[in-house]
């Protein structure tokens, strides 16, 4: 694929290898870290793209890595389950462990502690940097996805059995169990929580959604969102992202591998809208304050939709591969896009109508 048009302010180039994941500082927004297949990790600036902090001495192609909630940290995991952690002051590495293939990785969301799932079942959780270390075990089948709720005293752990788990951080034990029935009937890919984590929004490769309480364990309204009920072309709508919106609209957002966005209404959880891709869609995000939400696309192209309207507002095209990740600052007016075109860009969003 060869890019007509570089929409980018900035191209991150020091990568070797496909750039598999990106985060910003949550503090600033003024830093983003890229992980790639090249075995690395950069934390760089987005203003001039240099290179602050370059974590080496991974085993694997590094597809995690995550800003502290007060960007003095950073934590890069590689699929082997090579985990490291980061000073960004100090540019030095203060704590390292190795745990099985890595699932994901993410912080809590008000103190230096880390959390990862696993491909044998086990979430971990470790304070940074002693290493004070506890774990949350089941069944031996990778948990796929895992979030911290806002209060940071319980995380939500999906799995490859379709189960989900509500965890007590502080007792270990599992609150509630969502399986069965009202569980899904394949492996989890992705959930996402409600501003006050009060609801929880899982996906599934059975090419459901599932909207949950986390104070009672129950699954809403309707049992699942779907878009097909053909059995047989359900794996063509792998569920990729699940998004709520963060704004006052009362909205959900489910992109589909196959192209779909859809955006349903949190109440009725009935569908309102469905905005069609050119291609896959790997990604998506809401804008803090608005209706507006973002895809990123296997071909290459982030798009920003109105979630109201059900049309796209604009799109934003310089990668020559697909976009493989992508994150928005708070005030939704720079995007950066990582690729497997080995870069990652830096998108100006400021237009005149906003």
Request: net charge negative.
């Amino acid at each position: 694929m060869e890019a007509e048009q570089d929409d980018s302010e900035l191209t991150f180039s020091k990568h070797s290898g496909s750039v598999f994941c990106v985060s910003l500082d949550p503090a600033t927004n003024s830093m983003a870290v890229t992980g790639g297949e090249d075995d690395k990790a950069y934390v760089w600036r987005l203003s001039d793209g240099e290179v602050l902090l370059e974590c080496s001495g991974h085993k694997d192609s590094v597809t995690c890595a995550v800003f502290s909630h007060d960007s003095s940290l950073v934590a890069t995991g590689d699929m082997s389950g090579m985990i490291k952690a980061w000073k960004v002051e100090t540019k030095e590495e203060i704590w390292s462990f190795e745990v099985g293939d890595l699932e994901w990785l993410e912080w809590h969301p008000c103190a230096p502690v880390l959390l990862a799932g696993t491909d044998d079942g086990n979430v971990w959780m470790w304070k940074i940097p002693s290493g004070d270390c506890k774990t949350f075990q089941s069944s031996a089948c990778q948990a796929t996805s895992g979030k911290v709720l806002p209060d940071g005293k319980r995380a939500v752990v999906g799995y490859e059995d379709g189960t989900v788990r509500v965890w007590d951080l502080k007792q270990g034990n599992a609150v509630y169990v969502i399986k069965g029935q009202d569980g899904h009937q394949g492996a989890l890919t992705t959930l996402a929580c409600n501003k006050d984590g009060s609801l929880v929004l899982t996906g599934s490769v059975d090419g459901c959604a599932k909207l949950i309480n986390t104070a009672t364990g129950k699954v809403g309204v309707r049992p699942d969102f779907r878009l097909t009920e053909d059995q047989s072309s359900i794996l063509n709508f792998l569920l990729c992202s699940v998004f709520f919106s963060p704004s006052s609209l009362p909205l959900i957002a489910v992109a589909y591998l196959e192209g779909t966005l859809a955006i349903y209404d949190l109440s009725t959880q009935v569908l309102r809208h469905r905005c069609q891709h050119e291609a896959g869609i790997v990604h998506l995000q809401w804008e803090e304050s608005s209706s507006v939400v973002s895809t990123c696309c296997l071909d290459g192209a982030l798009r920003l939709w109105d979630a109201r309207t059900g049309s796209m507002v604009s799109e934003y095209r310089g990668h020559t591969a697909e976009i493989l990740d992508f994150t928005i600052n708070r005030e939704a007016s720079v995007a950066v896009t990582a690729s497997g075109d080995n870069q990652a860009k830096v998108f100006c969003l400021q237009r005149p109508d906003r």
